[in-house]
Nanobody, 122 residues
Framework: QVQLVESGGGSVQAGGSLRLSCTAT?????MGWFRQAPGKEREGVAI???????SYADSVKGRFTISKDNAKNTLYLQMNSLKPEDTAMYYC???????????????????RGQGTRVTVSS
């Protein structure tokens, strides 16, 4: 069992930055973030594996950075140059399987948190 608790969401203007955090009871092989905007399907945002390799959705590449602190069991998502289209609930996710995964796979991971809301105004 893995419990995930996100924090750090909020409201910012376009061009601003936010850093999301996710505290986990334990890390799994793959950890990541996905988001869901109102009325839209879930979208995988970013993933980081046990070795620190990362993958991003094209929509956030170059603006978002995923990282983790193993000592604190905390996952981060640094979001810069935010756009109104980044507005969504952001979820932390953990996959218990040892497998190659990309950002898009995060929507199907075994565990997810309750989400944190990000609102970007123009």
């Amino acid at each position: 069992q893995v419990q995930l608790v996100e924090s750090g969401g909020g409201s910012v203007q376009a061009g601003g930055s936010l850093r999301l955090s996710c505290t986990a009871t334990r890390f799994t092989y793959n950890m990541g973030w996905f988001r869901q905007a109102p009325g839209k399907e879930r979208e995988g945002v970013a993933i980081i594996d046990r070795d620190g390799s990362t993958s991003y959705a094209d929509s956030v590449k170059g603006r978002f950075t995923i990282s983790k602190d193993n000592a604190k069991n905390t996952l981060y998502l640094q979001m810069n140059s935010l756009k109104p289209e980044d507005t969504a609930m952001y979820y932390c996710a953990a996959d218990t399987l040892y497998r190659f995964s990309t950002a898009s796979d995060t929507i199907d991971f075994d565990y997810r948190g309750q989400g944190t809301r990000v609102t970007v105004s123009s």
